[in-house]
Nanobody, 128 residues
Framework: QVQLVESGGGLVQPGGSLRLSCTAS????????MNWYRQAPGKQRELVAG??????????ESVKGRFTISRENTKNTKNTAYLQMNNLSPEDTAVYYC???????????????????WGQGTQVTVAS
């Protein structure tokens, strides 16, 4: 089975920084795109940033120049995506979710599965 776990959220003052991490675990073969979404109270979930397997990135206009998405797939940091968030403002307060899009993985019988997976979310609160 596949699991996505986010970490790094918390309380930060306006102008501060946080770094979120998302690690996908399991018998993963590949992941097309890793994305960060966020959902503020009373609002719809929105795409914040995404990064393809080739390293191409895209950002919401509201975070361009402040947030940076990256990903690693080394021996020690397999299938991990990061979201570096700088110059945070109260408007960035939300639950941040990681999504692994186009994730393929092997089951115990050797069957190959392909789907999108979400993490459980991590709270980011920007307040003084």
């Amino acid at each position: 089975q596949v699991q996505l776990v986010e970490s790094g959220g918390g309380l930060v003052q306006p102008g501060g920084s946080l770094r979120l991490s998302c690690t996908a675990s399991g018998t993963i073969f590949s992941i097309n795109t890793m994305n960060w979404y966020r959902q503020a109270p009373g609002k719809q979930r929105e795409l914040v940033a995404g990064i393809s397997s080739g390293g191409s990135t895209n950002y919401a206009e509201s975070v361009k120049g402040r947030f940076t998405i990256s990903r690693e797939n080394t021996k020690n940091t397999k299938n991990t995506a990061y979201l570096q968030m700088n110059n945070l403002s109260p408007e960035d307060t939300a639950v941040y979710y990681c999504k692994a899009a186009g994730l393929s993985w092997y089951d115990a019988s050797g069957g190959l599965w392909y789907d999108d997976y979400w993490g459980q979310g991590t709270q980011v609160t920007v307040a003084s």
